[in-house]
């Protein structure tokens, strides 16, 4: 086998063990942010083509790399996306300790609890409860210390426990 055969087959080797590996989170990261389905398709696409442009076969990128080209192409396209209910519900179950599915009341008030946060406390929610990343992996995808990350992250439950308490108090004073 010639050299240059060689190198592809360890590119395509490469390639395919990173697309194996990241695809489904890749996919679902993106379904956070975006409702069609042909658009998340679209989007991931464009990361893996964007993996394979850049692969480098002896130091291949790994899901946090991944994850963040995902929200390069997000920031791109920001005036066509939303945010899925799903995800909302996600995030409404991880602070109610609710497994059933959630109601319109409660999809709302979950709305207005995260529309209580900060753009970076809202990415830092969504990215623990809607992409399950743990808190060293947040930071370094933030590229932020984990101490950092950890304040945030307190500090952003409290203030939707909060929010989500006061809208519960105002509904039931109703």
Do not use: C
């Not at 658009?39 to 394979?52: G, H, K, N, Q, R």
């Not at 952003?156 to 006061?166: F, G, K, N, V, Y």
């Amino acid at each position: 086998m010639s050299r240059a055969a060689e190198r592809e087959t360890r590119r395509n080797d490469a390639f395919t063990a990173v697309f194996d590996a990241n695809w489904a989170r890749v996919r679902h990261h993106v379904e956070g942010a975006v409702e069609h389905d042909s658009e998340v398709t679209e989007i991931v696409s464009e990361v893996f083509l964007l993996a394979w442009t850049r692969l480098n076969p002896a130091k291949p990128m790994d899901g946090i790399w991944l994850l963040r080209a995902a929200d390069r192409v997000l920031r791109g396209r920001s005036g066509r996306t939303i945010v899925r209910r799903r995800a909302l519900e996600t995030v409404h179950r991880g602070f109610a300790a609710d497994d059933r599915d959630p109601d319109l009341t409660q999809r709302a008030r979950a709305l207005s609890a995260l529309a209580a946060l900060s753009g970076r406390e809202r990415r830092i929610i969504m990215l623990t409860y809607w992409d399950g990343l743990g808190v060293g992996e947040i930071a370094q995808m933030l590229r932020m210390p984990r101490s950092r990350v950890r304040r945030i992250l307190g500090r952003a439950r409290d203030r939707m426990l909060s929010e989500l308490e006061r809208e519960k108090r105002a509904g039931d004073d109703d």
